[in-house]
């Protein structure tokens, strides 16, 4: 248990010490008006207490990676506490929280907006449609999971959790911010708190034999190295829980929301710190289950099932299952508001009137059904989507990265802080195109090469601008 205490501790330091350090760089301004002040329109732009968006950009980014995600990544080893640690802080957390800086920054702006600000038309074109069609996925992938879960929980069955789940969609993208989210988010946060403080005390109480990160960082999937190498796998299987690209496309629905700018590291940069102290808490609880069962077991529900029941009893399994139903409802609907938002900008409609939200949306509700049908029906469906949504959210993550470091250079200063994630992640991103089983399937050094001439030409591009920049700044001051 030493390494998971080292690393808890270093997760909140990071928030007070790193934290801090990044909110400098952005340099928010307490006294400028934000977008909820100056765009007030009772829908989408609207003041609400600081401590309620925490909790809303919390769920929104939650999702099922904190949990299912960091399960997953705990069958490599001791090595999943680092890049959780390590991924929240110096990736993940300054991702999310100048993301959504840069939104507020700039009215409100949606993702694939800033994106195309700092990288060009052509990416912000490819952006709309790409970051669309993630919250596509991210609105049907995250049905299935919470319609089980539920479905053994009560004496309905999955279908009509479906049917449940998706008319509470529609009903949270169409209505004003405040009248669903507003109000049912900090009831679902404490479930999802509930659940990971009691899996923690348990943690402590039990105080179990884990694998410590001074032991050796090899990797013990039971797949071999071979079938899932170290890298890129865990950093793809943990996701959430160190970085997601998702995350910035949720960012800016807070921005539109609050009203200073102080209020973003609490906001931004603390969700993700809070998000990743949950990830680490079940990769240290996977860590148990796997001791006392083995690694054979590949499906997270069943083994949050096996954790909560035999810690935190009958009344309290049910508390905690909750929260991680919660988790994913709570991301699939901010999803799918996003992508009416993205859209709306992009078609540049106003969306104050129910009128004009419900004709962007059909189409969205449309596909997202169609998706989520082919999800149950097929044997392999969900499987596939699920690894076409897990790689299009860390591709989303890589742009974010680039679009922030181009934006730190041009203030002049520490552009150093995204670069190194930035270019962290296009090698992890391509490595994974070439290695992985569902993709290319190339020989491991291949693949390695190929992802480092990937990431190579990514960080020449980004210097060969920022050269540009300085040769025309100084061609303006002479």
Same mark, same amino acid.
């Given at each position: 248990?030493?390494?998971?205490?080292?690393?808890?501790?270093?997760?909140?330091?990071?928030?007070?010490?790193?934290?801090?350090? +990044?909110?400098?760089?952005?340099?928010?301004?307490?006294?400028?008006?934000?977008?909820?002040?100056?765009?007030?329109?009772?829908?989408?732009?609207?003041?609400?207490?600081?401590?309620?968006?925490?909790?809303?950009?919390?769920?929104?980014?939650?999702?099922?990676?904190?949990?299912?995600?960091?399960?997953?990544?705990?069958?490599?080893?001791?090595? *999943?506490?680092?890049?959780? +640690?390590?991924?929240?802080? =110096?990736?993940?957390?300054?991702?999310?929280?100048?993301?959504?800086?840069?939104?507020?920054?700039?009215?409100?702006?949606?993702?694939?907006?800033?994106?195309?600000?700092?990288?060009?038309?052509?990416?912000?074109?490819?952006?709309?449609?790409?970051?669309?069609?993630?919250?596509?996925?991210?609105?049907?992938?995250?049905?299935?999971?919470?319609?089980?879960?539920?479905?053994?929980?009560?004496?309905?069955?999955?279908?009509?959790?479906?049917?449940?789940?998706?008319?509470?969609?529609?009903?949270?993208?169409?209505?004003?911010?405040?009248?669903?989210?507003?109000?049912?988010?900090?009831?679902?946060?404490?479930?999802?708190?509930?659940?990971?403080?009691?899996?923690?005390?348990?943690?402590?109480?039990?105080?179990?034999?884990?694998?410590?990160?001074?032991? $050796?960082?090899?990797?013990?999937?039971?797949?071999?190295?071979?079938?899932?190498?170290?890298?890129?796998?865990?950093?793809?299987?943990? #996701?959430?829980?160190?970085?997601?690209?998702?995350?910035?496309?949720?960012?800016?629905?807070?921005?539109?929301?609050?009203?200073?700018?102080?209020?973003?590291?609490?906001?931004? /940069?603390?969700?993700? !710190?809070?998000?990743?102290?949950?990830?680490?808490?079940?990769?240290?609880?996977?860590?148990?289950?796997?001791?006392?069962?083995?690694?054979?077991?590949?499906?997270?529900?069943?083994?949050?099932?096996?954790?909560?029941?035999?810690?935190?009893?009958?009344?309290?399994?049910?508390?905690?299952?909750?929260?991680?139903?919660?988790?994913?409802?709570?991301?699939?609907?901010?999803?799918?508001?996003?992508?009416?938002?993205?859209?709306?900008?992009?078609?540049?409609?106003?969306?104050?009137?129910?009128?004009?939200?419900?004709?962007?949306?059909?189409?969205?509700?449309?596909?997202?059904?169609?998706?989520?049908? /082919?999800?149950?029906?097929?044997?392999?469906?969900?499987?596939?989507?699920?690894?076409?949504?897990?790689?299009?959210?860390?591709?989303?993550?890589?742009?974010?990265?680039?679009?922030?470091?181009?934006?730190?250079?041009?203030?002049?200063? /520490?552009?150093?802080?995204?670069?190194?994630?930035?270019?962290?992640?296009?090698? +992890?991103?391509?490595?994974?195109? =070439? !290695?992985?089983?569902?993709?290319? #399937?190339?020989?491991?050094?291949?693949?390695?090469? *190929?992802?480092?001439?990937?990431? !190579?030409?990514? +960080?020449?591009?980004?210097?060969?601008?920022?050269?540009? $920049?300085?040769?025309?700044?100084?061609?303006?001051?002479?």
């Amino acid at each position: 248990m030493g390494s998971f205490y080292v690393a808890f501790a270093a997760l909140i330091l990071g928030y007070l010490v790193y934290g801090k350090f +990044v909110e400098k760089v952005f340099g928010p301004d307490p006294n400028r008006v934000t977008p909820a002040i100056a765009k007030q329109d009772g829908v989408d732009f609207m003041p609400l207490p600081t401590w309620r968006i925490f909790m809303i950009q919390f769920l929104n980014i939650a999702g099922l990676g904190p949990i299912f995600g960091a399960i997953m990544g705990a069958k490599f080893g001791s090595a *999943a506490y680092l890049w959780i +640690v390590f991924g929240s802080i =110096f990736a993940g957390a300054t991702h999310d929280y100048l993301a959504g800086m840069m939104s507020i920054r700039e009215g409100g702006e949606s993702l694939p907006d800033i994106i195309g600000r700092h990288l060009g038309m052509k990416a912000k074109t490819v952006m709309r449609i790409f970051t669309v069609v993630l919250m596509i996925l991210v609105g049907a992938v995250f049905v299935s999971g919470p319609s089980a879960i539920l479905a053994n929980l009560t004496s309905l069955d999955p279908v009509a959790w479906f049917a449940i789940i998706f008319i509470y969609y529609i009903l949270a993208t169409l209505l004003p911010i405040d009248k669903v989210i507003g109000k049912v988010y900090p009831l679902f946060a404490i479930a999802l708190i509930f659940m990971a403080v009691g899996v923690l005390v348990m943690l402590i109480n039990t105080n179990p034999t884990l694998p410590e990160i001074w032991d $050796g960082l090899q990797n013990t999937h039971p797949a071999g190295e071979d079938a899932m190498p170290l890298f890129p796998m865990m950093f793809v299987s943990i #996701a959430c829980g160190a970085i997601s690209g998702f995350h910035a496309t949720q960012s800016p629905l807070m921005a539109r929301c609050m009203t200073n700018e102080k209020h973003g590291r609490p906001i931004f /940069y603390g969700a993700m !710190i809070t998000e990743g102290l949950v990830a680490l808490i079940w990769a240290a609880a996977a860590n148990y289950f796997f001791n006392e069962h083995g690694m054979g077991e590949n499906n997270a529900s069943l083994i949050v099932n096996d954790i909560t029941k035999n810690w935190l009893g009958s009344v309290g399994s049910v508390l905690a299952l909750l929260g991680v139903v919660f988790a994913p409802i709570t991301s699939g609907d901010t999803a799918l508001r996003s992508a009416r938002l993205i859209v709306a900008d992009f078609l540049n409609k106003e969306q104050k009137t129910i009128k004009s939200r419900l004709a962007i949306s059909l189409p969205i509700f449309v596909v997202t059904l169609g998706v989520l049908i /082919y999800s149950v029906s097929d044997k392999e469906g969900f499987n596939l989507i699920w690894r076409y949504f897990a790689w299009c959210n860390q591709a989303l993550s890589v742009f974010t990265l680039w679009a922030i470091t181009v934006f730190l250079s041009k203030k002049g200063n /520490y552009w150093w802080v995204t670069f190194v994630p930035a270019a962290f992640m296009t090698m +992890v991103c391509s490595t994974y195109i =070439f !290695i992985a089983p569902e993709c290319l #399937a190339l020989d491991h050094t291949v693949s390695y090469a *190929a992802g480092a001439v990937c990431t !190579i030409v990514a +960080v020449a591009m980004f210097l060969k601008s920022l050269n540009s $920049g300085k040769k025309s700044t100084e061609i303006t001051v002479k």
